[in-house]
């Protein structure tokens, strides 16, 4: 399932990011690629543990953490901190597929990237191109979202950034491990959670919500893994 989620930052907070990041010193993006995936990588990245990227980071999370849409469909059981990328001057990355398991700088922490993240920072209007082209089970999907505005899609999915031909793209990206490894699996329990939402708000007393919540709670732990 690919997910738009909308607002993660107030448009106002995204500006704030993308003026500081436009600020800061950029690394070439190859230094966290894959052996295959450097060939297909152009672009820039703010290097991992950068103190600003950290104080973004931070704020993004504490964010995500309350971010009902979010939680709904990610399940997360733990996320590989937010990396930062700049594409401009035709900057791009070809189609490729994200390593399976991340170990997290300066511990042993490894994550496991069921679901793949971009969190837009820049006005899609103020750059040319950039669209991040996902194939997924539906087809192929073409992504540019406002600024503040972040899409979920599974860690399988083959994807690319196309060339940006004027302006600069600055966004976040980053890894979830899902409590619910299957992506089939997340998108039934993300289904029946937004309808029971749904019914709640409509029909707030009718007595199987009670047994649809526990349907859903009990699905959820039958399948998830901590
Ligand atoms: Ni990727």
Redo the contacts with the bound molecule.
């Keep these: 399932m690919l997910l738009h989620i909308p607002n993660v930052l107030s448009a106002d907070e995204a500006e704030r990011v993308r003026v500081a990041l436009e600020k800061s010193e950029w690394a070439d993006g190859k230094i966290t690629a894959g052996y295959q ?1 450097a060939q297909a990588k152009h672009n820039l990245q703010l290097p991992e543990g950068h103190p600003l990227g950290r104080e973004i980071a931070e704020l993004m999370v504490q964010r995500l953490w309350q971010n009902p849409l979010f939680m709904s469909a990610a399940l997360p059981e733990k996320l590989y901190p937010p990396l930062f990328n700049c594409y401009t001057g035709g900057g791009h ?1 070809g189609f ?1 597929i ?1 390593n399976a398991v991340r170990q997290v700088p300066g511990g042993s922490e490894r994550v496991r990237t069921d679901l ?1 993240a971009t969190l837009f920072f820049s006005d899609p209007d103020s750059y040319d191109g950039g669209e991040l082209v996902i194939q997924d089970t539906y087809g192929t999907q073409r992504v540019k979202f406002a600024a503040g505005d972040m899409v979920l899609y599974p860690g399988t999915s083959l ?1 690319k950034v196309e060339p940006v031909t004027r302006g600069a793209r600055i966004a976040s ?1 980053f890894w979830i491990q899902s409590l619910i490894r299957d992506d089939g699996q997340r998108t039934l329990l993300f289904n029946m959670d937004q309808a029971i939402q749904q019914l709640t708000r409509d029909v707030p007393d009718h007595p199987s919500l009670l047994q649809l919540t526990g349907t859903y709670h009990n699905l959820l732990r039958q399948w998830a893994e901590l």
């Design positions: 995936s990355f490729h994200d793949s994807h990206f």
